[in-house]
């Protein structure tokens, strides 16, 4: 049992990815955080949507919290996860930037004050390796602005064609892939004759790591139950 002046262990799912590596030189950075890929008082998982099932699997099997930072999943996904968080604390973060968190809290503030005459488009640029578009960060911002609507998404991706018309209330969708470009995110307000955009740039990968980090201290000693980065940063 580990005690509070003990650092808090960390189980890698995909140690070998890219976020995994992040993790482990933000963790040997910090001496508040260990290693242990056998007996990790947290597990955080950053594989792919496939790898979903055995990582949940694990971390019920050995009644630890959950960090799920993959993106990509779909509904049958969403619904395993629910499941899992029956019975152990899952962190299910798109991204795990405290500065997007922030971002998406004043998307859905904006969103709220200026109203549905005011059109809204969301901009990516993720790396050429990134695989899934629009990236899961666009997404949680698109739900954030449809949220302080007052409303569901109702998404235009990928606009192609001619004679296209924009759908009343629809929040708008492009992606750009190239480079080894960490993550840019905008989203566009655009109303009569004035414009609002709101950006953040990730430059490099070790501030999803950090804000990993905060995640994993958060569900640390967390009841059963689905959380976000939402109650990490206001548990800060």
Request: glycine share 12%.
């Amino acid at each position: 049992m580990r005690t509070a002046d003990q650092p808090i262990r960390i189980s890698l799912f995909a140690p070998n990815g890219r976020m995994g590596k992040a993790i482990a030189a933000a963790v040997a950075e910090d001496p508040g955080f260990a290693i242990d890929q056998d007996h990790g008082d947290v597990l955080v998982d950053f594989s792919a949507p496939d790898a979903l099932e055995a990582s949940l699997g694990r971390a019920v099997s050995a009644a630890i919290p959950i960090l799920i930072g993959t993106t990509g999943l779909n509904e049958q996904h969403g619904e395993r996860i629910a499941d899992a968080s029956k019975n152990i604390a899952v962190l299910r973060a798109a991204n795990t930037s405290l500065g997007i968190t922030l971002l998406a809290e004043l998307v859905a503030r904006a969103a709220e004050v200026l109203g549905p005459d005011w059109d809204i488009e969301i901009a990516e640029t993720h790396h050429r390796m990134k695989a899934d578009a629009p990236s899961g960060t666009a997404l949680l911002l698109g739900h954030a602005a449809a949220r302080g609507r007052g409303a569901e998404l109702n998404s235009e991706i990928g606009r192609s064609g001619t004679g296209l018309t924009r759908k009343p209330g629809a929040i708008g969708f492009a992606s750009l892939r190239g480079g080894t470009v960490a993550g840019e995110h905008d989203v566009k307000f655009l109303g009569s004759k004035e414009q609002l955009i709101l950006s953040h740039r990730a430059e490099n990968r070790m501030i999803f790591a950090k804000g990993a980090l905060a995640g994993v201290r958060f569900l640390v000693g967390q009841e059963p139950g689905l959380y976000s980065m939402h109650d990490v940063i206001r548990a800060l």
